[in-house]
């Protein structure tokens, strides 16, 4: 993905899905999906305010992922709520 005009000289960032195979029980799949990203500001800002809007922006892209798999049904357990269903076991 590259960005075209907006905020930066240079904003370039790539997903990236890998195959788990051996870490889902059996019968179901599980895949590593990571996001590199490059990025130089058109002025001078601070490192903290870049890394707080792209951590969030990251975060709302995931949520938006998590939420497409598991409307197609290929996801069986969301991470957050296992975390819950996990709690209320112990």
Not at 9 to 33: D, E, I, K
Request: proline share 6%; glycine share 10%; with cysteine.
């Amino acid at each position: 993905m590259k960005a075209v005009g907006g905020d930066f000289r240079h904003y370039q960032g790539v997903w990236r899905m890998q195959s788990l195979p051996g870490c889902a029980p059996p019968g179901h799949t599980a895949m590593r999906l990571t996001y590199s990203v490059e990025l130089s500001p058109r002025a001078w800002v601070p490192i903290a305010l870049i890394e707080g809007n792209v951590a969030r922006t990251l975060g709302e892209n995931l949520e938006a992922i998590r939420d497409f798999v598991v409307e197609q049904g290929e996801c069986c357990q969301v991470e957050d709520e296992g975390r819950e269903e996990s709690d209320e076991a112990r």
